[in-house]
């Protein structure tokens, strides 16, 4: 089975292109113009020992915001695609990272039917370059876009890198159990016959 996939998309905003293999060994090239989210994205691919490439050029002279909401829409679809009829899937994935005085909990369910849970701490004590809640966007349109329904908690945490790191190391840990083939799951894992 070859679970890969390659997308494009470009608008006004931002020009992207991404291809993903979910069967890789981990390595990545990213240049999306955001260093950390350049690292964020570098440390997903690792945990979750994904071959991922992304490329975007976007409007970063007005705002991360459109750069990071639409790599997380690009990868959304690629990983739709890359699942195809996600037959044979384990569906379900977890992870809980500790980054120093952070913790992240993430559960997913490759169910078709998007939808996010994120709770970060409030208030961020210590806010960096990166704000946490711009990852929350990421992930939003991610979910959206692959048909996910994820939860994402960040029970405490002060710092913000450490925050955002724990939850893009614990995605790719999580989702890289869930789109696990199982040999005992021979069509759909659902008894509705579709996801």
Known sequence: MDRKAFIERKTGETDIRVSWNLDGRGQSRIDTGVPFFDHMLTLFAAHGCFDLEVDCRGDIDIDWHHTVEDVGIVLGDALAEALGARKGLARYGDAVVPMDETLCRVSLDLSNRP?????????????????????????????????????????????????????????????????SLDPRVTGVPSTKGIL
């Open 115 to 179: 939808f996010l849970v994120c709770f970060l701490p409030d208030p961020i004590r210590c806010p960096g370059p990166f704000d946490p809640y711009l990852a929350k966007e990421f992930l939003r349109a991610f979910s959206v876009k692959a048909g996910i329904t994820l939860h994402v908690d960040v029970p405490y945490g002060e710092n913000s890198h450490h925050i955002v790191e724990a939850m893009f190391k614990a995605l790719g840990r999580a989702l890289d159990k869930a789109v």
